[in-house]
């Protein structure tokens, strides 16, 4: 009866090390899209943060980053502690896993907050950055991302083209009596913003503001929901890690 029980324990025992060792190996290729989605925000849409006065996107970009970085090293770990049986580092394991999904619902809260405040932001800020930054000394950097985003997403000024006018550059000799910028033109060239016909320029509807709010928006949904699918994943592998332990607590050496 006792060999029949032992055995029993030695069996979940290892059943619990195979899925742990299985989740490990999912975890850790989750962090790595965690990390993925993280660096792609701050490279490829670096420009885009440049235009908004708060810094709660891009902080939920670097937390993403951190939280991808430690779940690659905590998958690792994870197998490490599987495979040796090890208490210790299995409480280890437990209390990274629980680390990072606090850094996870930090980030989700963040780019809620934000969410919900995006819109006025926008409002307040970016018709001011667009008119008094642009083509500015030590504000190249703004120069470039007002040229992408107005290029990328076929729209011309914060809320219309008319915005233009009251820019610092535009009312400057500096810009040869351009109208708009040239990155409002349909067809790129050198002096085409002279010419703020609809048939020259982008006339969109709400302007740059609807444009880049739609996109940050989006942005923010893939953020959260990688968020909430990783803590989903955490959750399963804490469950199995404290089943582990007390397997392994349970039998005797």
């Known amino acids: 009866m006792g060999a029949s029980v032992e055995k029993k324990k030695t069996c ?63 998958g690792v770990l994870g197998c490490c502690a599987t495979f040796k049986e090890r208490k210790r580092l299995l409480r280890v394991y437990f209390v990274l896993l629980l680390c990072i999904f606090l850094l996870e619902i930090l980030a989700g809260v963040l780019a809620y907050i934000y969410y919900q405040q995006l819109n006025e932001e926008l409002k307040l800020n970016l018709k001011e950055t667009m008119n008094q930054k642009y083509q500015q000394k030590s504000h190249e950097h703004i120069t470039r991302a007002v040229d992408k985003l107005q290029q990328e997403f076929k729209c011309c000024g914060s809320n219309s083209s008319s915005d233009w006018a009251a820019s610092v550059w535009i009312r400057s000799e500096a810009s040869k009596q351009r109208e708009v910028p040239d990155s409002c033109c349909k067809s790129f060239t050198e002096f085409c913003g002279r010419r703020s016909h609809p048939s020259n320029i982008y006339k969109v509807e709400g302007g740059c503001i609807t444009k880049l709010e739609n996109f940050i928006l989006d942005h923010l949904k893939i953020i959260g929901a990688v968020g909430v699918g990783i803590a989903c994943v955490q959750i399963i592998g804490m469950v199995f890690t404290c089943c582990l332990y007390r397997s392994l607590k349970a039998e005797p050496y």
Do not use: P, R
């Open 12 to 74: 979940g025992t290892i059943c619990l090390k195979y899925l742990l060792f299985t989740f490990n190996f999912l975890f850790w290729l989750a962090g790595g899209v965690v990390m993925a989605v993280g660096v792609w925000t701050l490279v490829e849409k670096s420009d885009y943060i440049s235009l908004l006065s708060s810094k709660t996107y891009a902080a939920s970009a670097y937390i993403l980053v951190l939280a991808g970085a430690i779940v690659m090293v905590t």
